[in-house]
């Protein structure tokens, strides 16, 4: 397996539950057509969580029961995750980030999806708190 240059690492993702909910709880929203995106600055958090101090995005996925089975439900994750990766190096905030696909996500064509996360981060680039 070839290693890409627009990696998705394991320090770029988000992966705790409570980092789930507190971006959940007091994060900001931007709503698109195909994905919510839930994102809250981590300087905010002023040293809640061990990765408050580093630098760099984390991001999240949570693909909901109601978008169908497990196959489809990793699909759209695959999907999206693929739509991250090759955007990653446009977000430069240290900001945590969770993506809620919607049912649309699944038929949509990729460069849909990489049209959609480009503006996510551009406003989140803008916008973080």
């Keep these: ?6 990696s ?5 993702r988000l992966l705790k539950r409570a980092d789930f909910l507190r971006v959940y709880e007091t994060g900001r929203r ?49 999907r999206v995750r693929e739509a991250v990766r090759m955007n990653l190096s446009a977000l430069h905030r240290a900001t945590d980030v969770v993506i809620n696909p919607k049912r649309s996500a699944a038929k949509a064509a990729l460069p849909v999806l990489l049209a959609e996360v480009a503006k ?10």
């Design 1 to 6: 397996m070839n290693a890409s240059p627009q």
């Design 30 to 78: 931007h709503f698109g057509a195909h994905m919510t995106f839930f994102y809250l600055d981590r300087a905010v958090v002023g040293g809640v969580n061990e990765a408050a101090g580093k630098d760099g995005p984390r991001i999240g996925f949570t693909v909901s029961r109601a978008l169908g089975g497990s196959v489809d439900r990793n699909r759209i994750r695959r």
């Design 120 to 129: 996510g981060f551009a406003v989140i680039e803008r916008g973080a708190k």
């Design 8 to 12: 998705f690492p394991k320090s770029a």
